[in-house]
């Protein structure tokens, strides 16, 4: 299995490498202003723990590869520079459930690991 590598964010700024498994990546995200670095990945048994890394969502999306792209959903109201968008490694998704009793204007998507997060309905293909 090859590995992918990152630079890690830290604060301070170090030449820190990550290397990662791309077949134990959940999701990754842009990061949101106020973090460091640009891009949050999200990995099998991390629970909250994410790791941060300088490179671009464009740029980690096509190193690991295979995922699928879609809205997060918040319970609250969005922030002020809208819904972020997720993208999910949909071999890592254990299932996806709709939110139910009430319309489903968004689903569940819960991970291998126990882990879950929410996506705006409609369920985006390959999911």
Same mark, same amino acid.
């Given at each position: ?5 990152? !630079?890690? $964010? ?8 990550? =290397?990662? !498994? ?15 670095? @640009?891009?949050?990945? +999200?990995?099998? %048994? @991390?629970?909250?723990?994410? !790791? $941060? ?11 690991? %590869?295979?995922?699928?792209? %879609?809205? =997060? +959903? ?7 520079? *809208? ?11 254990? +299932?996806?459930?709709? !939110? ?13 690991? *126990? ?13």
């Amino acid at each position: 299995m090859p590995f992918v590598s990152f !630079n890690k $964010a830290t604060d301070p700024a170090a030449p820190d490498d990550l =290397r990662i !498994n791309p077949s134990a990546v959940l999701y990754v995200e842009a990061s949101r202003a106020g973090l460091i670095g @640009q891009t949050t990945i +999200h990995m099998l %048994g @991390q629970g909250t723990v994410v !790791n $941060a890394v300088t490179e671009s969502i464009g740029t980690v999306v096509s190193s690991i %590869g295979g995922m699928v792209a %879609g809205k =997060r +959903h918040y319970l609250a109201p969005p922030p002020d520079d *809208g819904a972020a968008t997720l993208y999910i490694c949909s071999a890592n998704v254990s +299932h996806v459930r709709p !939110n139910l009793p009430a319309s489903p204007d968004f689903w569940y998507v819960k991970f291998v690991d *126990g882990s879950e997060v929410r996506i705006v309905d409609p369920l985006p293909d390959g999911l």
